[in-house]
């Protein structure tokens, strides 16, 4: 193993992946490590529902008709858009919430992580959101708008 003082070798030929040296040992693990911290994926976050994980939350964080629409069987319907810290204030802080949008492209889950974070509560965003969990082959409830 490479001793976490010996610097990264510069490449001797042009390249764009190694223009910028990888982060050493210690930096990569605590990077990734944070990472997991704040994100799960649609595969755990299903299995944990299926296993009945009681500490676990799903938030749908998108506007109701898109919840009505299709959304994570079980999530609750909270937009991002209307988290304050009254609507907060009804979320059990022994919880940890999970936060979803559409998909990679939308940054709602990460929005309303922010949200929950900022009041003090345990969160992590899937990634992917629905549209990487329906990828998946997962089911999906349907609701009255």
Known sequence: MIDEA???ASPQYA????????AR???ARDHFQ???QCETD???VYHDLEAGVASLVVLDVRRPAAYAAGHVPGAR???HQDMTPETLDLLDPAAVYVTYGWGPGCN???RAGAHLAAHGLLVKEMMGGLEYWERQGYPVERSAA
Request: charged share 10%; net charge positive.
């Open 6 to 8: 010996t610097p990264v």
């Open 34 to 36: 944070h990472r997991l």
């Open 77 to 79: 319907n909270i937009p």
């Open 42 to 44: 649609p595969y755990d």
């Open 108 to 110: 709602g889950g990460v």
């Open 25 to 27: 040992h210690a930096a």
């Open 15 to 22: 390249s764009r992946v190694l223009g910028v040296p990888p």
